[in-house]
C-alpha cells in the first residue's frame, strides 16, 4: 500500500489560519472514517491531537481542527501560533495496516 | 501516569538481530491493541506491527514482514519487537504505540529507541 499525500511544507504568519491536506484512495481516506493527525516537534515523540477526521483528544486545543471530503483529509490550525512550528503527520486506518503520509513542515513566520 | 518506555536499542551489524522491548505504566496492555512505528533519520512514520490485545494475532507491514516477530507479555505489561536480517534500511527510531480501538489512532506514544545499522 502506498503512503498518504501530504504537501512537504506550509507556512504561516502568527494569527492567521493554515490547512494541511492528506489525499489517499477510495481504499482507505475515502473508505474509512478512521483518519488521524500527528504533531511531532524536532526530536520528540508524535503526539495525537485529531482522530476519527474530526476528534481531539482530551487536552488539544480547539485550534487544531479536522476534516474529510471523499479521499481528501484536511487538518486546519487557526490562530498560528510559534509553538505549532512542528511536523504534522496524517494517518489512515485500512483494515489490515496503517498508513502515514510524508509529513508537512510547518512553519510559523 | 500513562507511559510507554522502549529500550533495546543500539548499533548493530548488517545482518544480525535485535530485539526491542516497551515497557507499560499507567494501564494494561491487555486491554489494548499496541503497535510499532519507526521513522528513519530524517524520514516519515512508518507503521510496521501490531498486536492484537490477547496477543493471538498480529501483522506487519509488506515492507518487514518475514522478518519482524511482534510479542507481548501481558503479566510484564511489556510489547517486544524482534527484527532479523538487519539492513541499513532498518536504521530509524523505533517507537510503540498504544491503539486507540485497536488500530484507528495511536493515543499513547514511547519517547522512541534508536537503531542503527551499520558496519
Known amino acids: 500500500q502506498s503512503a498518504l499525500t501530504q504537501p512537504a511544507s506550509v507556512s504561516g504568519s502568527p494569527g492567521q489560519s493554515i490547512t494541511i491536506s492528506c489525499t489517499g484512495t477510495?481504499?482507505?481516506?475515502?473508505?474509512?472514517?478512521?483518519v488521524s493527525w500527528y504533531q511531532q516537534h524536532p526530536g520528540k515523540a508524535p503526539e495525537l491531537i485529531i482522530y476519527e477526521v474530526s476528534n481531539r483528544p482530551s487536552g488539544i486545543s480547539n485550534r487544531f481542527s479536522g476534516s474529510k471530503s471523499d479521499n481528501t483529509a484536511s487538518l486546519t490550525i487557526s490562530g498560528l501560533r510559534a509553538e505549532d512550528e512542528a511536523d504534522y503527520y496524517c494517518s489512515s486506518y485500512t483494515y489490515t495496516a496503517t498508513l502515514f503520509g510524508g509529513g508537512t513542515k510547518l512553519t510559523v513566520l | 501516569e500513562v507511559q510507554l518506555v522502549e529500550s533495546g536499542g543500539g548499533l548493530f551489524q548488517p545482518g544480525g538481530s535485535l530485539r526491542l522491548s516497551c515497557a507499560a505504566s499507567g494501564f494494561s496492555i491487555s486491554n489494548y491493541w499496541m503497535h510499532w512505528v519507526r521513522q528513519g533519520p530524517g524520514k516519515g512514520l512508518e507503521w510496521v506491527s501490531f498486536?492484537?490485545?490477547?496477543?493471538?494475532?498480529?501483522n506487519h507491514a509488506d515492507s518487514v514482514k518475514g522478518r519482524l516477530t511482534i510479542s507481548r507479555d501481558n503479566a510484564k505489561n511489556t510489547l517486544y519487537l524482534q527484527v532479523d536480517s538487519l539492513s541499513p534500511e532498518d536504521t530509524a527510531v523505533y517507537y510503540c504505540?498504544?491503539?486507540?480501538?485497536?488500530?484507528?489512532?495511536?493515543?499513547?506514544w514511547g519517547q522512541g529507541t534508536k537503531v542503527t545499522v551499520s558496519s
Open positions: 504505540a498504544r491503539g486507540y480501538r485497536g488500530m484507528r489512532a495511536f493515543d499513547v
Open positions: 498486536s492484537q490485545s490477547d496477543g493471538n494475532s498480529a
Open positions: 477510495s481504499s482507505d481516506i475515502g473508505h474509512f472514517n478512521y
